[in-house]
């Protein structure tokens, strides 16, 4: 078994987070081509709807291996997991998620972000620390989680009280939404994976180190700066698009 000092960071975990903020980053740029553009694009169906899945279901696994390894880390270094590390983490990312559902209801109407992907994983990062002790419990429930999730998505309710666990109202429109069911829980199978493939805040297999190589070194340092990415990618993207159509309109 290969081990690594609690201080060092695992380039394999940098990497995949970074390709999941590229592949986010992607999917944005389809969305705001198709929602601003004459663009013929449907993000919502076939091809960019796996696409984004696959991202969204990328991050939510990585916040729970993140939060099995900061867990492990702090028992490496003879300190107790305290709630308020979890909670401080948690609540500062759930407020950002806050201050985004301000912005697009002001700038998107009906469709702003009520409760997106910064909500999820702040809430996630919060209740998750109660799962860190438990491994195959990790598994189960997350699967069950999921299943529920599942079985809820083809469901609307005349009630809008419950939209953060799942339960979706009648017409309601959102860009970003991402209910604690089912998305807790495959952050829930990805404690169980940071947990086996981690095991107290070691690499339990082997692999070389490529984090020095221009390309994936160039994913690793967006994995490692994704929360600043993610706030401010949109804000690029949309800029940087008003910019070519006033280029392309001048001609």
């Known amino acids: 078994m290969v081990t690594a000092s609690p201080i060092v960071r695992f380039w394999e975990v940098d990497f995949w987070r ?47 291996i993140s ?30 998620g806050l201050a985004i559902t301000v912005v697009t209801y002001f700038f998107l109407g009906d469709w702003y972000v009520r409760f997106g992907v910064l909500h999820c994983i702040g809430i996630s990062i919060i209740l998750g620390y109660f799962f860190l002790r438990f491994y195959w419990v990790n598994l189960v429930l997350g699967l069950f989680i999921i299943a ?21 109202p009648y017409g309601m429109y959102t860009v970003d939404y991402f209910p604690l069911l089912p998305w807790f829980g495959v952050v829930l199978l990805g404690v169980f994976l940071g947990k086996t493939l981690y095991p ?19 994913f690793g ?3 490692r700066h994704s929360l600043t990415i993610y706030l401010l990618h949109q804000p690029v993207l949309i800029a940087v698009l008003a910019l070519f159509g006033l280029i392309a309109f001048s001609w």
């Open 200 to 218: 107290g805040y070691r690499r339990g297999f082997r692999i070389p180190d490529f984090s020095n190589i221009p390309p994936l070194a160039f």
């Open 67 to 96: 939060l099995s390894l900061a867990h492990d880390r702090l028992l490496l270094r003879s300190k107790v997991p305290e709630f308020s590390r979890f909670g401080s983490r948690g609540g500062k990312i759930f407020l950002y």
């Open 148 to 168: 529920a999730g599942w079985m809820l998505y083809y469901q609307a309710f005349p009630f809008s009280f419950f939209i953060w666990l799942g339960f979706r």
């Open 221 to 223: 340092y967006c994995g």
């Open 18 to 64: 970074g390709l999941a903020v590229t592949g986010m980053i992607v999917y944005h740029l389809v969305y705001n081509l198709s929602a601003f553009g004459p663009y013929n694009l449907n993000p919502y169906s076939g091809f960019w709807l796996f696409f984004q899945r696959g991202v969204a279901i990328s991050f939510l696994t990585l916040v729970g």
